[in-house]
Structure formats: C-alpha cells, structure tokens
C-alpha cells in the first residue's frame, strides 16, 4: 500500500478510506495498535497471516501481543466508504478531527495529522533516506 491521504474523523468517529487503498484492504479489515502513536490497518488476508505468525509462538511469546488482539477492530466498510473508529483506538491514536492516512507497504496507518507532519519532516530527510536506500542495499 502507498499513498498519503488528508481525511477528516466526523462527530460520529468515522473515518474515509481512500479508494486507492480500499481496494486493497478489502470491504473488512482489522485496525489494531502500532508501534508508533497511530493505528495499523490489515486486509483480512494480511491479518490471518500475522495471527497465524502469533500462533506459531510459544505461548509465554504470545501473551506480549495480547494488546495487539485486545485492541483490535474488525472494520467494515459503510456505503460510503467509511469506517467507524472505537473510541479506545481514537484515544490511543490521538485521533480527534484531521487524519492522515498513510499506505505503509502491507498494511495502512491512520496518524493524527499534526503528529504525522513531525514524523514527516524528521524521516523525509535526504540523510534519512540515504540510510534506508543504503540498509536496503540500493
């Protein structure tokens, strides 16, 4: 997935999905906590693969990524083209109005704009950049 979107969580916490990305997540899709501060968003396939990655674990292993099952949502997509957005991921997020809906390779994020734009200028640097092309081996 690729793409950076502007969208706008409405009174009711519901979110647009871009199209281009819809696509690829399919009509129902998990959103879960990330690693950053913003959400992660798997089609359904990605999602089966990542919790049967989990399953492989010991048990003493998966208990770590209790949150990720805790906290996740199934979504689907409304006629629209929405989703709505469990208030627990809003919070964890810091999402409140602006989101920026970002394609991430296998999977999408949804950022609060403003932390977004911090995280954006911080890893658009030409330095930055180099480092990731030379760790790819480019």
């Known amino acids: 997935m690729t793409g950076e979107y502007q969208h706008t969580l409405d009174s009711k916490g519901r979110l647009s999905i871009p199209a281009r990305l819809r696509e690829e997540l399919g009509n129902v899709f998990y959103v879960t906590l990330s ?3 913003c959400l992660s968003a798997y089609s359904a396939e990605s999602w089966q693969v990542f919790s049967d990655k989990v399953n492989e674990m010991p048990y003493v292993k998966q208990r770590k990524m209790r949150p990720l099952f805790a906290y996740a949502a199934k979504c689907e997509l409304d006629a629209q083209g929405r989703i709505l ?54």
């Open 35 to 37: 690693m950053d501060k």
């Open 85 to 138: 957005l469990p208030q627990n991921l809003r919070d964890y997020a810091g999402l409140t109005k602006n989101v920026t809906v970002i394609g991430c390779n296998n999977h999408a994020e949804f950022w609060d704009s403003d932390s977004w734009s911090e995280i954006y200028a911080l890893e658009t640097t030409p330095e930055n950049i180099a480092a990731v092309m030379e760790e790819l081996e480019f």
